[in-house]
């Protein structure tokens, strides 16, 4: 039988608790996460060695590689759904299956610097089509088919800025934990 893992070490910053509402300024606040995470992630894994990057966060966890290229993974199919619900009325999303891949060829076996690259990039874009939005964007929806739950999109972006944190966090931690997870 399997020990629980602490859920200080699965979320270092907390669980992710979606606002009941949010202001330009809370929008500000979460683009500029958005703006700055693949530079912030860049310096956080810079110099670090090939042993050092297979270091897991918790017991379970993915290493330090597979959380870059899940967060590669993850934004892109953020900014589809945002450019879906922008030109569609309450789109249903493809959800996709992110441990699986986690375990897929390009994210065992790529360089981390092919997703800080594409992050970098991607997050430019991303962070001109945030700016773009008008307030009443910010409120539109996409449906995701398992739950059937609805997100704005202004929920989204306070996810993902939640999400840039959480997994920056999750680095943090293997990196002071220095491998005894493995």
């Known amino acids: 039988m399997s020990k629980e893992v602490p859920e200080n070490l699965k979320y270092p910053i907390g669980k992710f608790k979606k606002p009941d509402s949010y202001s330009e300024e809370l ?3 979460w683009i500029s996460d958005i703006e700055v995470f693949p530079e912030t992630l860049r310096k956080e894994v810079e110099g670090l060695s090939h042993e050092e990057l297979n270091w897991i966060y918790r017991p379970g966890g993915w290493t330090i590689k597979q959380v870059i290229h899940h967060c590669a993974d993850s934004h892109i199919n ?4 945002f450019k879906l619900a922008l030109t569609e009325d309450k789109p249903v999303i493809k959800p996709y299956l992110e441990a699986q891949w986690a375990n897929l060829p390009d994210t065992t076996q790529a360089d981390v610097n092919t997703s800080l690259e594409l992050l970098s990039g991607l997050h430019k ?10 307030e009443k964007d910010y409120r539109k929806k996409f449906v995701h088919p398992e739950s059937g739950n609805e ?6 972006l306070a996810l993902y800025s939640w999400h840039c944190k959480h997994h920056l966090a999750h680095i943090s931690q293997a990196k002071k934990y220095k491998g005894i997870f493995i």
Do not use: D, E, P, Q
């Open 78 to 81: 953020s900014i589809v759904r």
């Open 151 to 156: 997100m704005s999109l202004g929920g989204n």
């Open 125 to 134: 874009r991303w962070v001109i089509l945030l700016r773009n939005m008008k």
């Open 27 to 29: 929008i500000k606040s």
